[in-house]
């Protein structure tokens, strides 16, 4: 009896078993650089959305006459309490640079927050040196969101 048939056949199915290992495992990697991108994006839009509706509402508190102090306060903290998941969320997923911006957007909003729980109103030069300096960063923000996610699919 020959074994070169019996080895050429051995061979041929660790060659076959070989293949279908690799094309298995790149689209598993393919699969999960897929669903780490949509993760991140779902993030970044979250964390976008969150504080452009503080802004907002941080802006409307403002222009609202007639609030007492203790009243001010706890709608300009109620306007900021849902940031906070989202940006935590971001700094454990996103790369650093989109997290020093991100950072660094979040600070401008809680600056607004807190000028707005003193008393600052909606056509005070103060609120709107804050909302103009945050309107910049989270453009920068977007953009280095954006940047990330781009760099993913080139």
């Not at 970044?44 to 802006?59: I, T, W």
């Not at 007639?66 to 300009?76: I, K, W």
Request: glycine share 4%.
């Amino acid at each position: 009896m020959t074994w070169i048939p019996l080895l050429a056949t051995l061979v041929g199915a660790v060659i076959a078993m070989g293949s279908a290992l690799l094309v298995e495992r790149r689209k598993t990697q393919r699969e999960t650089t897929v669903e780490w991108g949509r993760t991140r994006r779902q993030l970044y839009a979250r964390f976008l959305a969150d504080h452009a509706q503080a802004g907002s509402d941080l802006r409307n508190i403002a222009a609202t006459p007639g609030l007492d102090a203790s009243e001010r306060y706890q709608q300009t903290r109620a306007a900021y309490a849902h940031c906070y998941t989202s940006r935590h969320e971001l700094e454990l997923l996103a790369p650093s640079a989109v997290v020093a911006l991100a950072e660094e957007c979040s600070g401008a909003v809680r600056m607004m927050r807190d000028a707005v729980s003193a008393g600052a109103r909606i056509d005070s030069d103060q609120l709107e040196e804050l909302t103009r300096r945050y309107l910049d960063l989270r453009l920068q923000t977007r953009d280095a969101m954006r940047s990330d996610i781009w760099s993913d699919n080139a």
